[in-house]
């Protein structure tokens, strides 16, 4: 069983910047590739963010290329999403995630672990 925990996040203004911390439990973090998603109220769960086992690889959602990076940090079983000039539409709680099968998804139902959320408000 894996446990992912997320935090940092916060109530911003428009243009503010924000970074997003998932810790996992486990010696197998290495092995798992990671997603980052949020859900807006009202609104379906939607992917933000993902990154290869090793780091090598991230893909983004085009609403916030440019302005996200994902990143990882697998000595500290940690995945960050630094997110910069941030916008009231980014206003969602934002999920980790673990795949520990094989491809690279950016659909939910891909990923096996799930963190508890962290809310980001971004004010206009």
């Known amino acids: 069983q894996v446990q992912l925990v997320e935090s940092g996040g916060g109530l911003v203004q428009a243009g503010d910047s924000l970074r997003l911390s998932c810790t996992a439990s486990?010696?197998?973090?290495?092995?798992?590739?990671m997603g980052w998603f949020r859900q807006a109220p009202g609104k379906e769960r939607e992917f933000v963010a993902r990154?290869?086992?090793?780091?090598?690889?991230?893909y983004y959602a085009d609403s916030v290329k440019g302005r996200f990076t994902v990143s990882r940090d697998n000595a500290k079983n940690t995945v960050y999403l630094q997110m910069n000039s941030l916008k009231p539409e980014d206003t969602a709680v934002y999920y980790c995630?673990?795949?520990?099968?094989?491809?690279?998804?950016?659909?939910?139902?891909?990923?096996?672990?799930w963190g508890q959320g962290t809310q980001v408000t971004v004010s206009s």
């Open positions: 486990g010696r197998a973090f290495a092995n798992y590739r």
């Open positions: 995630a673990a795949q520990t099968g094989l491809g690279f998804s950016t659909l939910g139902k891909d990923y096996d672990y």
């Open positions: 990154i290869t086992s090793t780091g090598g690889m991230t």
